[in-house]
């Protein structure tokens, strides 16, 4: 039974059927909709089939970039030349759900390259930075990373250690850094350090084999396994005048980066919870307890509506979100919100999905515990849970709870 049971899921999940129970698409452009099932088809291809096995040996498959820059789908709202697609936050937003829904390390490998490596370039970057690393990295030739937090400092990174020292046309920089993906195998690290002459925050993009830098990937973790997170050590890592972000002049830069980037987690969140949910309908409908499917039984109707209630919440939040991005209305605080309420919600949907498969639940081959461990790594990374809300709790009540 569980042989015929997995053989049939393996054919049947992932179709997100029954997901979009509002419409949303109907919401959404022709360009907006053939993004969305360029990376449904792309993903349910070439990410799902293979995706556990790399998980489970905690390894990336490299094969599938060349594949993913066939696409043509890098870009952004505000990421439309050099190269890039140009695409509404919605359309960029979908692309993000979809990777998600298939396997939340590709689509943290494609927001740490595109979302944080890229946006940084094309944020803070002067006209002729942007001109020469953007074209090779909207084609995938060149990968980026982004080096921000560091062993003493992920929530307050903002008191970040690493140290730029300028000498003649150079800066040498110093420090440590802990957890930024693809660090160990890109070509290209934003890397943030204070400079010791006014102390702000500026930014530099740092070439893998420069001398000074050296990245070790960090073993033994149970979520996002296949992302290469690195431990960073800078030591006296030289670089020119030419490779300081020319716009980064403090940290308010960096922040501007990163609100983009949480309403990025919001989107992915979604497309874990689409996962679960399809995944524990399907299960549902298919095992047989007590001479019965589970699906008719009233508790598991229960939770299935409750994971579908979230599930289109968290849609209507995103959908939102993207549309005031592309109306230039978004605030921070909108994005931490969007980042707070859909990842906590996504956990919960499957922790839930992992629920309805018993089991079978805890198995690889089922999905939902993948989608489960990795959103651990989203309610964490771009500002935790905690620091979301001491963020929108200081706008609501206009009181700083930070200690
Ligand atoms: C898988 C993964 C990928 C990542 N990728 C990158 C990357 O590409 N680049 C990069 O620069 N960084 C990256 N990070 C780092 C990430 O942004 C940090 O982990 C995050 O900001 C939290 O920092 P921390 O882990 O040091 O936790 P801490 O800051 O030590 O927090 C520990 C706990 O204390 C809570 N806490 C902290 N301060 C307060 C307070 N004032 N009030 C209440 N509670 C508080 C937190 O909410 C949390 O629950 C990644 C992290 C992970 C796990």
């Not at 594949?67 to 043509?72: F, G, I, P, Q, V």
């Not at 250690?161 to 110093?174: D, F, K, P």
């Not at 978004?330 to 999905?353: F, G, N, P």
Request: aromatic share 8%; charged share 25%.
């Amino acid at each position: 039974m569980t042989d015929q049971l997995t053989a049939e899921l393996a054919r049947d999940i992932g179709k997100a059927r029954g997901t979009d129970y509002f419409v949303m698409k109907d919401q959404l452009s022709e360009d907006e909709l053939d993004l969305l099932y360029t990376t449904r088809t792309f993903g349910e291809a070439e990410i799902q089939p293979v995706i556990n096995d790399y998980w489970e040996r905690g390894e990336f498959p490299f094969e599938i970039i060349p594949k993913m820059a066939e696409l043509n789908l890098i870009g952004d709202w505000n990421l439309r030349d050099f190269g890039c697609r140009p695409m509404t936050a919605v359309g960029s937003g979908l692309i993000v759900a979809e990777l998600a829904r298939n396997d939340t390390s590709i689509q943290t490998f494609w927001g740490v390259h595109m979302g944080l490596a890229m946006q940084s370039i094309n944020m803070l970057g002067s006209e002729e930075q942007r001109a020469h690393y953007l074209p090779q990295m909207a084609r995938l030739e060149k990968i980026g990373a982004f080096a921000l937090t560091e062993p003493n400092h992920g929530s307050d990174s903002v008191s970040l250690e690493t140290t730029a020292e300028r000498q003649g046309g150079e800066w040498v920089i110093n420090g440590l850094k802990r957890w930024p993906g693809n660090a160990v195998w890109c070509d290209y690290i934003i890397v943030f350090a204070r400079d010791v002459d006014d102390k702000q925050v500026k930014g530099f993009i740092v070439e893998r084999d420069n001398p000074g830098y050296s990245a070790t990937k960090i073993e033994r973790k149970v979520s996002l396994r296949c992302v290469q997170n690195a431990d960073i050590v800078l030591k006296d890592c030289r670089v020119s005048e030419e490779a300081r972000l020319q716009k980064c002049r403090s940290f308010m830069d960096v922040a501007k980066v990163l609100a983009g980037t949480r309403n990025g987690v919001a989107w992915a969140a979604v497309g874990n919870a689409t996962a679960a949910y399809d995944i524990a309908l399907t299960y549902a409908e298919r095992r047989v307890q007590f001479g019965k499917p589970i699906a008719s039984n009233q508790m598991i109707q229960r939770i299935l509506v409750e994971m579908l209630g979230d599930l289109t919440a968290m849609q209507l939040y995103v959908l939102r979100l993207g549309r005031l991005i592309d109306e230039g209305k978004m605030t921070d605080t909108q994005a931490s919100l969007a980042k707070y309420y859909c990842t906590v919600k996504a956990r919960d949907v499957c922790r839930k999905a992992r629920d309805v498969l018993g089991g079978n639940g805890i198995t690889l081959d089922f999905h939902v515990m993948r989608h489960l461990c990795d959103m651990e790594a989203l309610i964490t990374y771009e500002g935790t849970v905690e620091i979301q809300s001491l963020i929108i709790g200081r706008h609501l009540t206009g009181h700083s709870a930070f200690v």
